[in-house]
């Protein structure tokens, strides 16, 4: 049933992203550019991830619980 959760948990993430960076329109520049850089990073580490394991996204690992490459060997 992962499928079908996997629109809606998108959706609530791509709002908090827009609520996050809403509260940092408030920021002096350079706490703005940490921000941003910090939100950046977050976002990157997924959007690789899923690209690289493209047909397989509802098998997706963790990487604190390992690799992929770990999982088959277990």
Request: proline residues 4%; glycine residues 8%; positive net charge.
């Amino acid at each position: 049933h992962f499928l079908e959760a996997y629109a809606p948990m998108s959706l609530l993430a791509a709002q908090g992203a827009l609520t996050l960076i809403g509260h940092v329109q408030r920021y002096s520049i350079w706490r703005k550019r940490l921000a941003y850089s910090l939100i950046c990073l977050g976002v990157m580490i997924p959007l690789y991830s899923g690209w690289r394991i493209h047909p397989y996204q509802s098998g997706y690992f963790n990487i604190f619980a390992g690799s992929i490459s770990r999982a088959w060997k277990d």
